[in-house]
């Protein structure tokens, strides 16, 4: 009987590392912050005057995408993709009046319904989908403004100034009585109350700004001066860029133009960067309590933009709708237990390929309908090469076009049904897209090779 017990014993001893090694690891975490309309004039994006030390903090702790583009340039197409995981052509969302659900369906299983229908605690705080159709998809909570405990104080507008989409304002409101602060602020008491929860928990905080108006505390205001502020003509753009550019490619807003001289313009780009830095501070509030909560660990953090937004780029161009890399290009930084510290991956990716890319980091399946790609193997080796064909960007206005970034060059092509125009800019040469090479002999092959990818990109979409 001795025997036999000692024999029991010295198995139980042998067993017991195969036991611990076969125990399921705790489920992660995940905290989605998005912004509204921010292009990457940040920080740890090589901006030389916007102050963004949190998002450069957060991309210190992760990898940051230098090559992240929105499937679409308007807000209610791009976070449709984002969040069901197809193009807008599968989609059938391209306007800010189109129902997410209108083409896929009621029983379509959005991205926060996924992570929901595996066991996860789902919450949205702020904008995440867009304003006009947040019914459409489905949170355990589901949020707009944290709670005030006192009724804000009034505040004062300091100075404004810019017109239409250009407007601004510096007021003296204290971070915690805006509303993405009481937001922020209200994101980070979720954190802490789910901090421990058996059930794992995915929040999505929204920041509203810095879409326009750029109206933000004085304090953002003062973190810069007008003499640190450049207009494109005074960064190299060519007086006559417009020259080789299809008039189709261009959304010309006038109020550029009207805006008045240079001095007024910088006016309002200082208070575009104003209202980065604010947000920036928003977001430190949520890295404060992910440091203080001790989330890290095991807590996947993205921070992302819907699209970008342009400053007067290409002869006077505002706000969004268009292909040129201002509108589509996005800051992207995600960090994961486990995965690459303080790299940058160079490899051309695109919005709705988060669904995926979280859904493996959390150890879920990732869904066959889905026409996005994980890039996990990027945060793995940043250097990897993903087979997911270049970046794909499209619009419907103007008849229609259909851009690729492969990281060397973008082609676009105008005219939705039959190509009527094209676009091709070499981006090592020219980064800034200021020469159209699409009738330049010197690049019919690479031209003609582009021509095939775009052709193999069109067919991606499922739904079509």
């Known amino acids: 009987m001795k025997q036999q017990f000692h024999f029991i014993l010295c198995l139980l001893v042998a067993l017991a590392p195969f036991a611990a090694s076969t125990e399921a690891a705790p489920a992660k975490n995940v905290l989605l912050i998005l912004t509204d309309d921010m292009n990457d004039e940040l920080g740890c994006y090589g901006s030389p005057v916007v102050k963004s030390p949190n998002i450069d903090a957060l991309a210190a702790r992760g990898v940051r995408f ?54 996860y605690y789902t919450a949205r705080v702020g904008k995440v989908a867009h304003d006009t159709f947040v019914q459409e998809f489905h949170w355990d909570l589901d949020r707009e403004n944290g709670p005030v405990t006192k009724t804000p104080p009034p505040y004062t507008t300091v100075a404004k100034g810019g017109i239409g989409l250009l407007s601004w304002s510096a007021t003296t409101q204290l971070d915690e009585h805006t509303q ?81 001289s240079n001095a007024e313009r910088r006016k309002a780009i200082l208070a575009a960067y104003a209202s980065h830095s604010f947000v920036d501070a928003g977001v430190g509030v949520l890295l404060d309590a992910l440091t203080r909560l001790d989330l890290w660990k095991d807590t996947v953090v993205v921070f992302a933009s819907d699209h970008g937004q342009h400053f007067g780029e290409h002869g ?117 897209e200021y020469t159209n090479q699409a009738k330049n002999s010197a690049y019919q092959s690479i031209l003609t090779d582009l021509q095939g990818e775009l052709a193999l990109a069109k067919q991606r979409p499922s739904l079509k």
């Open 66 to 119: 230098n090559n992240a583009n929105a499937n679409y340039p308007v807000c209610n197409a791009s976070r449709t993709s984002m969040l069901s995981g197809v193009y807008p052509e599968s989609s059938q969302v391209y306007y800010n009046t189109d129902n997410p659900r209108a083409y896929l369906g009621p029983d379509w299983v959005m991205l926060p319904e996924y992570f929901h229908n595996q066991g």
């Open 316 to 432: 006077g161009l505002i706000a969004k709708h268009t292909l040129f890399a201002e509108a589509t290009r996005v800051p992207f930084i995600i960090v994961a237990p486990e995965k690459s510290v303080a790299e940058v991956a160079d490899a051309p990716v695109e919005l709705l390929d988060l669904y995926p890319t979280l859904a493996e980091l959390c150890g879920l399946p990732i869904p066959n309908e889905n026409e996005g790609v994980s890039l996990v193997p990027l945060l793995n080796d940043p250097a990897a090469e993903i087979h997911n064909g270049p970046a794909y960007s499209v619009v419907r206005r103007s008849g229609g076009g259909r851009s690729i970034r492969n990281g060397l060059y973008r082609y676009t092509e105008w005219g939705w049904s039959k190509p009527k125009a094209a676009e091709l800019y070499d981006l090592q040469a020219d980064p800034s």
């Open 180 to 260: 993405d602060g009481r937001n922020a602020r209200y994101a980070a008491q979720l954190l802490e109350q789910r901090k421990g929860q058996a059930q794992p928990f995915f929040i999505a905080m929204g920041f509203r700004k810095p879409h326009t108006p750029w109206t933000v505390p004085i304090k953002y205001f003062d973190m810069y001066s007008t003499a640190q502020i450049k207009v494109p003509r005074e960064l190299g753009e060519p007086s006559n860029d417009r020259a080789d550019i299809p008039s189709v490619a261009l959304t010309y807003n006038s109020e550029w133009a009207t805006l008045g």
